[in-house]
């Protein structure tokens, strides 16, 4: 059989034969392409790396750079924590900046004994020697322990018993400066959530001395949770606040975070290590726009519990 001229299957390989060379054209340019974006990939890597070393030896160095621009001078800093370990595993960075400040009183408020497994005592000593080590004295310490505020991870407290105890301490220290977790907690463990919600209602009702600025501890996503140096110039450009530790201050908060003996297990011990909390906290000023959409949600939520 004849096409054009020329047998059938010549002419089918003439096609095969253009269809092949084709293909393998464009083999060869996708090759050069995946070649071309690994390299750049490579070198962007490379660059970005560079840049966050030298930025970090600049912040450890220089500590002008480490700090805030929108925290006013604080001289009497309340943190209030959910369980004993919580000032050592997230709230680091921010403590040790404040104890370091000769002009500044630090004050820990913490809202349970940490008594999940009827260690309530042992944790509570736990906490002072901790504190200890982070440079808060034992008279500034409270640790609360109220029936109502179990340690539990699904135990959301009472925002009003919470207020209240809150409110108290604010006043009676004289607080310029709270400093507490976000409304997701760091790790949306709910008794976190809890303290949040309680320092909102505060606000909302006008109850917050007026003095006092409220800054809460930023939760970051599970990958810049762990990309430690890594995160230093998102940080720069997502967060007006920020706190950054040098290696003398990790070996505190690593000595620190020992005193939790009963806590003091492999895993916990792979957070310190990587962990971007213990090189960097990033804080957010409460605002009051946002506290009363997040009051909102919160009653959505609870109505659909
Ligand atoms: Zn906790």
Redesign the pocket.
């Known amino acids: 059989m004849l096409l054009g001229g020329r047998p059938l299957a010549e002419h089918l390989g003439a096609h095969w034969q253009l269809a092949l060379s084709w293909c393998g054209t464009w083999r060869q340019r996708v090759r050069d392409y995946l070649t071309d974006a690994l390299e750049h990939l490579v070198l962007f890597a490379l660059a970005y790396t560079v840049a966050c070393l030298i930025l970090y030896a600049l912040i450890v160095r220089w500590r002008a750079l480490r700090f805030r621009r929108d925290v006013r001078p604080s001289r009497r800093v309340l943190f209030v ?3 004993p ?2 000032e050592t595993m997230f709230f680091g960075p921010t403590i040790l900046r404040f104890t370091q400040d000769p002009a500044c009183s630090v004050y820990l408020l913490c809202l349970s004994t940490g008594a999940n497994y009827g260690m309530g005592k042992v944790r509570k000593k736990e906490l002072y020697d901790a504190c200890k080590v982070l440079g808060i004295r034992d008279e500034c310490i409270t640790v609360q322990s109220h029936t109502k505020l179990p340690d539990a991870m699904d135990t959301r407290w009472p925002a009003e018993i919470v207020a209240q105890i809150v409110s108290h301490h604010l006043q009676s220290l004289g607080i310029d400066t709270l400093i507490t977790f976000d409304k997701h907690g760091v ?1 949306r ?1 709910l ?2 959530c809890s303290i949040y919600y309680a320092i909102a209602l505060l606000s909302t009702a006008n109850k917050l001395p007026k003095d006092c600025q409220v800054y809460v501890l930023e939760t970051i996503n599970v990958i810049r949770k762990y990309w430690k140096v890594f995160d230093i110039p998102i940080c720069y450009i997502l967060s007006s606040v920020r706190f950054i530790t040098n290696a003398s201050d990790r070996r505190l908060l690593y000595k620190a975070m020992t005193q939790h003996k009963s806590q003091f297990v492999w895993f916990r011990r792979l957070y310190l290590v990587f962990s971007r909390y213990q090189l960097i906290n990033t804080l957010q000023r409460m605002d009051a726009s946002d506290i009363q959409l997040d009051l909102d949600v919160d009653d959505i939520q609870l109505a659909d519990d």
């Open positions: 924590i959910a369980h370990d919580d790790s463990h008794n976190h």
